[in-house]
C-alpha cells in the first residue's frame, strides 16, 4: 500500500514516511492509494476478537510495510488496560430510540483523541527506525486543550522521543491547564505562552520551517515531528473504532449483518468524520454520515451549499474542540470526491488560502450530499440538550457530545428516518464540567473541583479518576514565555 499527496497524486510514500513526515513537502496532506476492503467474515470475526486484535487486523491494510511483530508490538502497548478504564476500550452505551452512544473517552485524558494519541507514539517511533534510524524524534504540538494533554501522555517516556507542547496562557479551561501543568515523565516540556492559540500555532510552524534550527538540533541527532491531526498515524487508529462498533452491534444481536446505521460525529478539524467515511469505504455499511458543528458552522454551510467560507464570525463556545474556521481533514474527502484530481485541489485550497473561500464543483456537490447530513447547534441548545438528555434517560453528556445529540435529534425530525444510529461521543462530561453542570441545573460557583464535585452529587456519576487525582499532583510547569521566545523554549529544553 502507498500513499500518495492530496496535492500530487504521482506521489508514492510508504506508511512509514507519511507518518513521520505528517505533511507532503508540497504542502499535501498523505493520503492512501485504494482503500482496502473487509469482508463480510472478517467483519463478522471481529465480533470475537479483543480491541487490540480488530486494531491490528485493520492496521495490517494500510500499513503494509510494518512487520506483524511491529504492529503486534504497537496494537498492545496502547490498547490495554494499564491506558483505558475499559477492556473494551471505547464503550457503547444504548440510549431510547435507536441510539447508540460510542464512547471514545475512556483513555487516560477522558478525551477521544487518546484513540489515536497512545498509539501513535509507538507507530512513529516504529516508522522513525525505518526511515531515518538511530534519530531521536521531538514533538512539537501547539494545542487549545485536549490534543497537548492527549499527545504527553502518549509520548511520556516512550523511549527515542520528547515532547515540548505549547498553549495560549489564558486559552484553556482550568482543567485542561492543570492536566497539563501537572503532566509526568522525564521527556516531557509544557510551555504557556503569552498569546492566543493562533501565535501558538504560528510559532510552532515557523520553528518547524527555520533550516538554522533544524540544522541545530540535526547536529544533536534530532528530528522535530507533529503530532497533529492530520498525520497519517492519527488518522488510521480512527478508523478502527468504527469497524469495531458495527462489528460488536452484530456481535451483541442488536443490528443484524449488512443493516445499514447512521454515523454521528461532533466535527470540528473533520478528522474523526473523515475516519467514519473511511470505515464505510471499507465496507461498513453506513446509511448517512451526519456531521454536527456548533455556532462556527462552517462545516454546515460547506456541505449543504458547496461554498466553503471561512470569513465569518467566530464564536467561543462551550464546546472549544469544534471552535474550528479552517477543517483541515476536509482536503482528505475532496480529493477522494474529485476521482484524486490533484489539480483540483490545489486550486480550491490556494483559493482558501489567499481569500478564505472555495467552491466545489457541481460533482462533488451531488457527492456531499448523498454521503452527509450537516447540521449546527448554538450553545443554548447544546446546553437544553444535556439537561434534557440527563433528565429522561438518565445519561449525562459532554459539551460536545450533546452537539451531536442535538442535531441527530433535528435530523431525525426533518427526515423521520428510524435508521440504527451511532453516536460518536468525544469527551468525558467532566472534562467540560463547568458549562455541564450549568445544563443540569447547578450553580457552577467556586473552582474547578468543587464544581465536579458538585456535579458528582448531583448526578450521581463518577469523577473519572484521572481528573480527580490532577487536584493532588504537583504542578510542575509554571511561567510563561513571549511568542518569540518559542524557539528558545524548545532549544533549551532539548538541550537538558
Ligand atoms: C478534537 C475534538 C473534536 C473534534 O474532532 P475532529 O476530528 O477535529 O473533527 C470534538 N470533540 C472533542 C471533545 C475533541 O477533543
Known amino acids: 500500500m502507498n500513499y500518495a499527496s492530496t496535492r500530487n497524486s504521482s506521489l508514492k510514500a510508504t506508511s512509514a514516511h507519511a507518518i513521520v513526515k505528517g505533511l507532503s513537502d508540497e504542502g499535501g496532506l498523505f493520503v492512501p492509494e485504494s482503500i482496502p476492503a473487509l469482508t463480510k ?78 498509539i501513535l507514539p509507538y507507530l512513529l517511533t516504529t516508522s522513525a527506525k525505518k526511515e531515518v534510524s538511530g534519530k531521536q524524534i521531538a514533538i512539537l504540538v501547539a494545542t487549545s486543550g485536549d ?14 522521543t520528547s515532547i515540548c507542547v505549547f498553549y495560549p496562557e489564558d486559552g484553556v479551561s482550568p482543567m485542561q491547564k492543570r492536566q497539563m501543568t501537572t503532566q509526568e515523565g522525564k521527556n516531557v516540556n509544557v510551555c504557556a505562552v503569552k498569546g492566543n492559540f493562533d501565535d501558538c500555532q504560528n510559532g510552532v510552524k515557523a520553528i518547524f520551517t527555520n533550516r538554522d534550527t533544524e540544522q541545530k538540533l540535526l547536529e544533536n541527532n534530532i528530528l522535530l515531528s507533529s503530532a497533529n491531526s492530520i498525520n497519517w498515524g492519527r488518522l488510521a487508529p480512527q478508523i478502527v473504532y468504527y469497524v469495531s462498533a458495527y462489528a460488536q452491534l452484530v456481535k451483541d444481536g442488536e443490528i443484524s449483518f449488512g443493516e445499514k446505521v ?38 454546515t454551510d460547506f456541505i449543504n451549499t458547496g461554498v466553503y467560507d471561512r470569513n465569518r464570525k467566530f464564536y467561543t463556545t462551550v464546546s472549544p474542540s469544534m471552535d474550528i ?82 442535531v441527530y435529534e433535528d435530523y431525525k425530525a426533518k427526515t423521520g ?64 514565555v513571549e511568542k518569540q521566545d518559542m524557539t528558545k523554549a524548545v532549544l533549551d529544553f532539548l538541550k537538558s
Open 41 to 118: 467474515e472478517e467483519i463478522i470475526s471481529f465480533g470475537d476478537k479483543k480491541y487490540s486484535e480488530r486494531a491490528f487486523d485493520v492496521f495490517s491494510k494500510f500499513l503494509t510495510d510494518f512487520t506483524a511483530e511491529e504492529l503486534k508490538y504497537c496494537v498492545e502497548s496502547a490498547y490495554n488496560t494499564k491506558n483505558f478504564d475499559s477492556e473494551n476500550i471505547a464503550e457503547i452505551t444504548k440510549l431510547n430510540g435507536n441510539r447508540y452512544v460510542l464512547e471514545l473517552w475512556h483513555g487516560p485524558t477522558c478525551a477521544f483523541k487518546d484513540m489515536a494519541l497512545q
Open 147 to 160: 490534543t497537548g494533554k492527549a499527545a504527553l501522555e502518549g509520548f511520556k517516556d516512550v523511549d527515542g
Open 262 to 299: 447512521n454515523i454521528v460525529v461532533p466535527t470540528g478539524n473533520f478528522g474523526n468524520i473523515l475516519a467514519a467515511y473511511y470505515a464505510k469505504l471499507m465496507g461498513i455499511p453506513v446509511n448517512k454520515l451526519i456531521c454536527a458543528s456548533n455556532s462556527n458552522n462552517v462545516l
Open 417 to 480: 428516518d428510524n435508521t440504527k444510529t451511532v453516536i460518536a461521543s468525544t469527551a468525558n462530561p467532566y472534562k467540560f464540567g463547568r458549562a455541564v453542570f450549568e445544563s443540569v441545573g447547578g450553580n457552577a460557583e467556586g473552582d474547578e473541583f468543587d464544581v465536579i464535585a458538585k456535579l458528582e452529587e448531583k448526578t450521581g456519576t463518577k469523577i473519572p479518576a484521572p481528573l480527580a487525582a490532577t487536584r493532588d499532583k504537583a504542578v510542575r510547569f509554571t511561567g510563561s
Open 325 to 406: 474556521l479552517i477543517s483541515s481533514n476536509l482536503e482528505r474527502l475532496l480529493y477522494h470526491f474529485t476521482g484524486e484530481n490533484d489539480k483540483l485541489i490545489n486550486e480550491w485550497f490556494s483559493s482558501l488560502k489567499e481569500t478564505g473561500r472555495y467552491e466545489v464543483n457541481e460533482e462533488v456537490k451531488k457527492k456531499l450530499s448523498e454521503v452527509f447530513f450537516a447540521g449546527f447547534c448554538t450553545d443554548d441548545e447544546t446546553k437544553a440538550q444535556i439537561k434534557k438528555t440527563f433528565e429522561e434517560e438518565n445519561y449525562l453528556l459532554d459539551t460536545h457530545t450533546a452537539v451531536a445529540v442535538k
